[in-house]
């Protein structure tokens, strides 16, 4: 075999790999509805995004600059990160950081799936957000559990009652030394030296 048939089999190995991967965690979606977005299409359907405020999270360079397009044709407002201002959060591949931002956050945006864009065009003005909530299509992945053990959880997570010892108030005043009395130390001693043989 030569080096490049070598290097074409990789290739195609290394695809199928992607794909498998891309399918198993959800992605193929996304990526499939990517591929039936149109430029041209969304041009075509004017200001159909007008007012909208959107940031994107989830998708590689060139997605994000497919995507940019559709957007800025569109009459939206595309932000770099989140914040209080968003209307939009369109979700391509999950992104853990930005959710936990997003649940952070004081103002909640509609987090929806690429369909909503879609749709968006195909009505020219944005589409309703419910049919196209990212969290009532699928359930949000689950992270990968932190290296802590269950015991260290379990550990973590009792609670003991700690008992606070209580002592005597304090006298504001010293008590007075009486000096008929023997002092504490010398008695001890006293019965110390006399009580051995």
């Known amino acids: 075999m ?24 959800g992605e193929w979606e996304y990526l499939e509805l990517l591929e039936k977005l149109d430029i041209m299409e969304a041009k075509k ?10 940031y994107l999270s989830g998708f590689n360079p060139d997605q994000t600059e497919k995507l940019r397009r559709v957007l800025n044709g569109g009459g939206a407002t595309r932000f770099n990160e989140i914040s209080d ?20 956050a004081t103002h909640r945006p509609h987090v929806v799936t690429v369909s909503w864009l879609l749709e968006s065009i195909k009505q020219r003005c944005a589409a309703s957000e419910e049919q196209f909530s990212f969290f009532e299509h699928r359930p949000p992945p689950v992270e990968p559990p932190s290296p802590l053990s269950k015991k260290g959880v379990a550990l973590l997570q009792k609670t003991e009652e700690i008992t606070i010892p209580t002592f005597p108030p304090l006298d504001s005043k010293p008590k007075p030394v009486d000096p ?13 030296l006399h009580s051995q043989p």
């Open 2 to 25: 030569s080096v490049s048939a070598e290097t074409s089999v990789i290739n195609q190995v290394s695809a199928c790999t992607k794909e498998l991967v891309a399918k198993r965690s």
């Open 180 to 192: 008929t009395e023997p002092e504490a130390g010398e008695d001890l001693i006293h019965q110390y």
């Open 85 to 104: 201002s968003l209307t939009h959060v369109i979700i391509g591949k999950f992104v853990s950081e930005d959710m936990k931002q997003l649940t952070r």
């Open 45 to 54: 359907a004017g200001s159909f995004l007008d007012g909208c405020k959107v």
